[in-house]
């Protein structure tokens, strides 16, 4: 069973803060990993994709990527009100020809102003 | 880049009447499609994906069904609508061989 797991939340952040939100995969031979962030009533946007182990920031994203312990967070400093949303950890974990992307339930974020 | 193309954004029908939710793709050519649906506060269930014309696979049974006319055409299809096939809508694109996924703007069924 392919699976991955987020925290649901809801998760608060005062403006300013950093805000830090976690996902774990189960297929250990997984290569792609992305977090999308979705506003209410909205389509998921693609914000971050990560191949390697480590950090990648963009701007105030960082996300990080360990595949020993097929862990990847996303962190956004100096949270802002409009970074209000819910998150999605997406992971590429399959074989060409099937589907290979799966997503998990999201993890909704509030930053109090 | 991917442009996803998903229409209408919102539809109000009766229970037992048909459902066409058409989705066309711009900026790939061989595209893998997915159709989700999402309930109110919950994830993405993914209904079906194609990586090509004419393949479709089902990952959930239920009311509805896909077809894949041509490359970068999806529609999602319902013979006769139930009330729990109400929910949020999406098509997603990737490239071949299956990267990160784009997603249209979403189409909001309601079923009265």
């Known amino acids: 069973q392919k699976e991955v797991e987020q925290n649901s939340g809801p998760l608060s952040v005062p403006e300013g803060a950093i805000a830090s939100l976690n996902c774990t995969y189960s297929d250990r031979g997984s290569q792609s990993f992305f977090w999308y962030r979705q506003y209410s009533g909205k389509s998921p946007e693609l914000i971050m994709s990560i191949y390697s182990n480590g950090d990648k920031e963009d701007g105030r994203f960082t996300a990080q990527l360990n595949k020993a312990s097929q862990y990847v967070s996303l962190l956004i400093r100096d949270s802002q009100p409009s970074d209000s949303a819910t998150y999605l950890c997406?992971?590429?974990?399959?074989?060409?020809?099937?589907?290979?992307?799966?997503f998990g339930t999201g993890t909704r974020l509030t930053v109090i102003p | 880049s991917q442009t996803i193309h998903q229409w209408p954004a919102t539809l109000v029908q009766p229970v037992g009447s048909p459902l066409s939710l058409e989705c066309t793709v711009e900026g790939t050519s061989n595209p893998n499609l997915y159709w989700y649906r999402q309930a109110a506060g919950r994830g993405l269930q993914l209904l079906f994906y194609s990586v090509g014309i004419g393949q479709i696979s089902s990952e959930v049974p239920q009311n509805l069904s896909a077809s894949r006319p041509q490359d970068r055409q999806f529609i999602l299809s319902s013979k006769k609508l139930l009330l729990s096939d109400s929910g949020f809508y999406l098509c997603a694109s990737s490239r071949e061989g299956g990267t990160e996924a784009f997603f249209g703007q979403g189409t909001r069924l309601t079923v009265v």
């Open positions: 997406a992971v590429n974990m399959g074989q060409t020809g099937a589907n290979n992307l799966f």
